[in-house]
Every structure is written in C-alpha cells, then in structure tokens.
C-alpha cells in the first residue's frame, strides 16, 4: 500500500431496497459481481463520494437501463465506510505503470496461448476484467501480498461543456476484495434525497409507524 492515498473513505453502494435494509441490520451480506465486463475485477462495488450518483445508477438498473447482479426492484443506496489497506490505486502513476506493464504481459501469454485477448466495448470491459485479474493471479502465484482493494478514476457521460475534458459523470470507483475492509454500513443523510423511496416503503409494511 502506498502513501499517497487515503487509508478510509466513504463510499455508496447501489442495490435493492430489501437487500440494503437486511445489509444494515446485519441479516444479509452484499455479493461480489464477478462478471467478465466489470472493469476492476471481481469485487463489491461502490461509488467513492458519491451517493448522488449511487442513487442514479440503482434507478438505472430498476429501470432496466443497467445490469445488476441482483435485481433491483426499489432503489436503495447504502453507506460504507471502507479501508482500504493494500490498495492497487489506479488514480497514483506507480500503479499505472504496474497496469501497463500487466497489460504487455497479459497479451504476451495471449499470443504464447493462443487466447483471443478481450476486447473492451463501451460499458463492457472485459479487457479491463481480464488484465486485473491476470495481476491478481500472477500476485498471487507469486506469493506477493494480496490487493485488498482497487480503486480507479472512471471519466463517463457527456463533456460538461464545449472544449472542456470533463465528463458529467466522472467519478471514482472501488471494488472491495476483502470484506474485512468494510468497516461499517449506514443510512446516508439527507434522507429523502439519497433514498427517496424508503419512508414509503416502510409505510407500506409498517403502517403502525405512521413515519
């Protein structure tokens, strides 16, 4: 882990309404996505600093608009606080430089194999995928210490405008691989803007309550 990057953050995931309550009260447990289009590898996934943008996503995949491991229904949004102990920190350069240089390799074993190598296309990014997790393995054969987490930039969306190289929905994302480094989850505040559909819900099953 380097010293360049914070040690905790917190952080916003994006689920089911059902899920994120039984989260909170310690009766379910969020799962790792292990598709072969998630950009950081395997992991659970969470949005850095950015509930705002947690809350869309979850709208999104209700909608059908984008894919979820498990479905979601209602959208919920629920806080963490994660440390991030050994870190591949894909926002510093030495990390970047470790990347390239899995990429070269990953393509070397490729070719030497006679693999198709993977091919990145908009939201898929099994590319992405597969070089994470070939670094992930050669670290592991390796007997190097395993990455707990990967962190990285994501630029998306449109420019914020003319000649600007900022994107509307640019943000950083983190993909746990151990669960030990989720400290704790919560309910983000304001409530009404990060989780809008949650007072009726509980109406809807706790009438009693009269929130």
């Known amino acids: 882990m380097l010293n360049h990057q914070p040690t905790s953050v917190i952080a916003f995931h994006s689920c089911d309404i059902e899920v994120g309550l039984k989260v909170l ?41 984008q894919k979820n491991k498990r479905k979601i229904n209602t959208p919920f949004v629920l806080g963490c606080v994660i440390d991030l102990k050994n870190c591949f920190n ?45 670094i992930h393995t050669v670290n592991e054969q390796q007997n190097l210490t395993r990455y707990d987490t990967v962190r990285a930039a994501f630029p998306e969306g449109e420019l914020v405008y003319e000649g600007c190289e900022i994107r509307e929905h640019t943000h ?9 480094c989720i400290k704790g989850y919560f309910l983000p505040k304001p409530f009404d803007a990060y989780n809008p559909y949650l007072k009726a819900h509980i109406m809807d099953k706790y009438p009693e309550l009269g929130c």
């Open 90 to 134: 894909l926002t510093e350069s030495v990390s970047i430089s470790w990347l390239k240089q899995g990429y070269k390799d990953f393509v070397d074993l490729c070719k030497a194999t006679g693999t198709p190598i993977p091919q990145n296309k908009d939201a898929n990014r099994k590319l992405d995928c597969a070089v994470i997790r070939y």
């Open 172 to 180: 950083i994302q983190i993909s746990v691989r151990t669960e030990d």
């Open 25 to 65: 009260l310690g009766l379910d447990n969020l799962k790792h996505s292990t598709n072969d289009w998630d950009w950081l590898g395997d992991g659970i996934y969470f949005w850095e600093q950015n509930p705002e943008r947690a809350l869309t996503y979850a709208r999104e995949c209700a909608e059908g608009r």
